[in-house]
T-cell receptor, first 116, second 113 residues
Framework: EAGVAQSPRYKIIEKRQSVAFWCNPISGHATLYWYQQILGQGPKLLIQFQNNGVVDDSQLPKDRFSAERLKGVDSTLKIQPAKLEDSAVYLC??????????????FGPGTRLTVL | AQSVTQLDSQVPVFEEAPVELRCNYSSSVSVYLFWYVQYPNQGLQLLLKYLSGSTLVKGINGFEAEFNKSQTSFHLRKPSVHISDTAEYFCAVSADSNYQLIWGAGTKLIIKP
């Protein structure tokens, strides 16, 4: 079974530029998560989707970050414009569902973003 | 709200020696507890989890952890480490209200030959 796919693996941009990350979850997984992992810290949840609806985006900086999961499968996270403090690894994870019970989250390899 | 504290940012240990990575949490509700491992340039992989039942949980690669409710701890242990255990280890907690994961800052396990 294929795991969670993410691309690109690495990205270097100048501040104020835009960038987009792509995630394809494990087939059949209804829930998709985007996390931001700054060096030396644990992952921080940015947004959680259930199918193509947003469950929680309370920690997403909505003035510059946006995310979509239009058909309930793959997802795109965008930053526009980027700031120096956005330098981090962006992790995508998926799980079967979250409504009523624990389901293991499976993680992709991440995208390492460097903002210069 | 829940929070997780990993007391050590780095733990150096000699190969074949035992190791303990410490994790403490705070929560006003019942929680589930997890340890994840992150090898260099890879994603996070579940090592073990406590959902209910026996407080001693065994995971992959010879790791185990013990849930101590009175001390609000979930320390990770391995009796004999190998060079391949070099990685960063993250403790996480979730409540049964939304099952979202709250993460510690991670502990780097450094194996000395």
């Amino acid at each position: 079974e294929a795991g969670v796919a993410q691309s690109p693996r690495y990205k270097i941009i100048e501040k104020r530029q835009s960038v987009a990350f792509w995630c394809n979850p494990i087939s059949g997984h209804a829930t998709l998560y985007w996390y931001q992992q700054i060096l030396g810290q644990g992952p921080k949840l940015l947004i959680q989707f259930q199918n193509n609806g947003v469950v929680d985006d309370s920690q997403l900086p909505k003035d510059r970050f946006s995310a979509e999961r239009l058909k309930g499968v793959d997802s795109t996270l965008k930053i526009q414009p980027a700031k120096l403090e956005d330098s981090a690894v962006y992790l995508c994870a998926s799980s079967l569902r979250t409504a009523s019970s624990y389901n293991e989250q499976f993680f992709g390899p991440g995208t390492r973003l460097t903002v210069l | 709200a829940q929070s997780v504290t990993q007391l050590d940012s780095q733990v150096p240990v000699f190969e074949e020696a035992p190791v303990e990575l410490r994790c403490n949490y705070s929560s006003s509700v019942s929680v589930y507890l997890f340890w994840y491992v992150q090898y260099p340039n890879q994603g996070l992989q579940l090592l073990l989890k406590y959902l209910s039942g026996s407080t001693l949980v065994k995971g992959i690669n010879g790791f185990e952890a013990e849930f101590n409710k009175s001390q609000t701890s979930f320390h990770l242990r391995k009796p004999s480490v190998h060079i391949s255990d070099t990685a960063e280890y993250f403790c996480a907690v979730s409540a049964d209200s939304n099952y979202q994961l709250i993460w510690g800052a991670g502990t780097k396990l450094i194996i000395k030959p």
